[in-house]
């Protein structure tokens, strides 16, 4: 296709994008910032949920954008038998498909993986879900502030007199993506040594279970549960978000002595160093109320410059909390080039985030932000399916595309 430009390292997949709103869709976007081509499928009158979600700029979603950049957009609903056909010419020329149905509906609509397998073997099937393909909560659904409370992730995040807090955005969806793409990936792998494709199968919360890794192993031996500490880390004291004096907000996190050592430097306050209870890292954290305090009440004697040069100048590990007008504002993001401008037919400049991790030779690119539903059916159900103008026609008063 004209504007899928011969470009990054997964230029040469072909990837069918079904299902909605962000984990499953999530890996698609990952796969085609590096060039895959993405055909999205969107159910005709009834499009994608995220498009509702706001932000928008007028009737413009803004979310959207992002999320659908650089994919193929095209309307097909896969429910009605008459596009069975059309949904299997998409299945059969692709490399990798991506859904996010609750268990059993592709099943249902005669789209069974299983089944399909035998007559497109070489095919990879990333199916995200809440809580798995399998298992006795498979058929549960599943949203990433649940996934967050049922990982056990919420348990210890917030602060021991105010409950478990979840993320405020949505962090399971965007990790099953990452996990999806990963995952998608080393199925590519296999496939190159033995021909034969797989599926993928990522719940919602099994990421975020691997993320904490730490406090599995932990419970398993020692019996010991991780606690609440709001901005604090158990294991490294001190690690926190400070409150400036000009109401600025610095985070430190002194994971090693020799951190803690500069921290001190740079507070002019050496002797906490020869105190026993401030001595290591054991001791810090059996009183880490205290020299948390010390570092809280020196943050809030200067303002938010004057505390990050100090910091800087004696090499501690810290960070002003940004707004985001201060991250697109950086000059460090502006050098590693983490915010991509495009220009938009609907809204002109558009910022967006940059593909990530950075490649020396097939570096992603941003080519196009999230079209209209049903943009590109004419190209892909005419051009790339030979579909004609007659038949597309009927097919759109049947409402299947």
């Given at each position: 296709?004209?504007?899928?430009?011969?470009?990054?390292?997964?230029?040469?997949?072909?990837?069918?994008?079904?299902?909605?709103?962000?984990?499953?869709?999530?890996?698609?976007?990952?796969?085609?910032?590096?060039?895959?081509?993405?055909?999205?499928?969107?159910?005709?009158?009834?499009?994608?949920?995220?498009?509702?979600?706001?932000?928008?700029?007028?009737?413009?979603?803004?979310?959207?954008?992002?999320?659908?950049?650089?994919?193929?957009?095209?309307?097909?609903?896969?429910?009605?038998?008459?596009a069975r056909e059309i949904a299997l010419?998409?299945?059969?020329?692709?490399?990798?498909?991506?859904?996010?149905?609750?268990?059993?509906?592709?099943?249902?609509?005669?789209?069974?993986?299983?089944?399909?397998?035998?007559?497109?073997?070489?095919?990879?099937?990333?199916?995200?879900?809440?809580?798995?393909?399998?298992?006795?909560?498979?058929?549960?659904?599943?949203?990433?502030?649940?996934?967050?409370?049922?990982?056990?992730?919420?348990?210890?995040?917030?602060?021991?007199?105010?409950?478990?807090?979840?993320?405020?955005?949505?962090?399971?969806?965007?990790?099953?993506?990452?996990?999806?793409?990963?995952?998608?990936?080393?199925?590519?792998?296999?496939?190159?040594?033995?021909?034969?494709?797989?599926?993928?199968?990522?719940?919602?919360?099994?990421?975020?279970?691997?993320?904490?890794?730490?406090?599995?192993?932990?419970?398993?031996q020692t019996g010991q549960k991780k606690?609440?500490?709001?901005?604090?880390?158990?294991?490294?004291?001190?690690?926190?978000?400070?409150?400036?004096?000009?109401?600025?907000?610095?985070?430190?996190?002194?994971?090693?002595?020799?951190?803690?050592?500069?921290?001190?430097?740079?507070?002019?306050?050496?002797?906490?160093?020869?105190?026993?209870?401030?001595?290591?890292?054991?001791?810090?954290?059996?009183?880490?109320?205290?020299?948390?305090?010390?570092?809280?009440?020196?943050?809030?004697?200067?303002?938010?410059?004057?505390?990050?040069?100090?910091?800087?100048?004696?090499?501690?590990?810290?960070?002003?909390?940004?707004?985001?007008?201060?991250?697109?504002?950086?000059?460090?993001?502006?050098?590693?080039?983490?915010?991509?401008?495009?220009?938009?037919?609907?809204?002109?400049?558009?910022?967006?985030?940059?593909?990530?991790?950075h490649l020396s030779a097939t570096p992603?690119?941003?080519?196009?932000?999230?079209?209209?539903?049903?943009?590109?059916?004419?190209?892909?159900?005419?051009?790339?399916?030979?579909?004609?103008?007659?038949?597309?026609?009927?097919?759109?008063?049947?409402?299947?595309?």
């Amino acid at each position: 296709m004209s504007d899928n430009s011969d470009f990054g390292g997964l230029s040469d997949l072909k990837v069918l994008e079904l299902g909605s709103m962000l984990a499953g869709p999530f890996v698609g976007s990952l796969l085609a910032d590096f060039g895959a081509e993405v055909i999205k499928v969107e159910k005709p009158g009834a499009p994608d949920a995220l498009r509702e979600w706001p932000p928008h700029k007028g009737e413009v979603p803004l979310w959207w954008k992002t999320m659908a950049r650089n994919k193929h957009t095209v309307t097909l609903n896969l429910s009605a038998p008459e596009a069975r056909e059309i949904a299997l010419e998409l299945i059969g020329r692709s490399d990798i498909v991506v859904e996010n149905f609750r268990p059993g509906t592709l099943e249902r609509w005669g789209l069974d993986p299983a089944e399909l397998a035998k007559d497109f073997p070489g095919i990879v099937w990333v199916r995200v879900s809440g809580y798995g393909q399998t298992g006795p909560y498979r058929k549960r659904g599943g949203y990433a502030t649940i996934a967050e409370a049922y990982s056990g992730l919420a348990s210890f995040a917030g602060y021991a007199d105010r409950g478990p807090m979840v993320s405020p955005f949505p962090l399971g969806d965007y990790l099953a993506g990452a996990f999806g793409a990963y995952g998608a990936l080393v199925a590519l792998h296999a496939r190159s040594r033995t021909g034969k494709g797989q599926i993928v199968d990522v719940s919602l919360f099994e990421p975020l279970l691997r993320i904490i890794e730490s406090v599995v192993v932990r419970y398993d031996q020692t019996g010991q549960k991780k606690p609440r500490l709001g901005n604090q880390m158990e294991e490294d004291v001190p690690r926190n978000v400070y409150r400036t004096g000009d109401d600025g907000h610095i985070a430190i996190s002194c994971g090693s002595q020799r951190i803690f050592d500069n921290l001190l430097k740079a507070m002019e306050q050496p002797e906490l160093g020869s105190d026993p209870r401030f001595a290591t890292m054991t001791a810090r954290v059996k009183n880490r109320q205290i020299i948390d305090g010390a570092v809280a009440s020196w943050m809030a004697s200067l303002t938010t410059e004057e505390a990050m040069a100090r910091l800087e100048a004696a090499q501690v590990v810290a960070g002003q909390v940004n707004q985001i007008d201060d991250v697109l504002a950086d000059l460090h993001v502006a050098a590693r080039e983490a915010i991509t401008t495009l220009s938009d037919p609907e809204l002109g400049d558009l910022k967006l985030p940059s593909p990530v991790p950075h490649l020396s030779a097939t570096p992603g690119q941003v080519r196009w932000a999230g079209r209209a539903p049903g943009a590109d059916n004419d190209r892909i159900f005419g051009e790339l399916l030979g579909i004609d103008a007659t038949r597309r026609a009927a097919l759109r008063t049947q409402s299947v595309i």
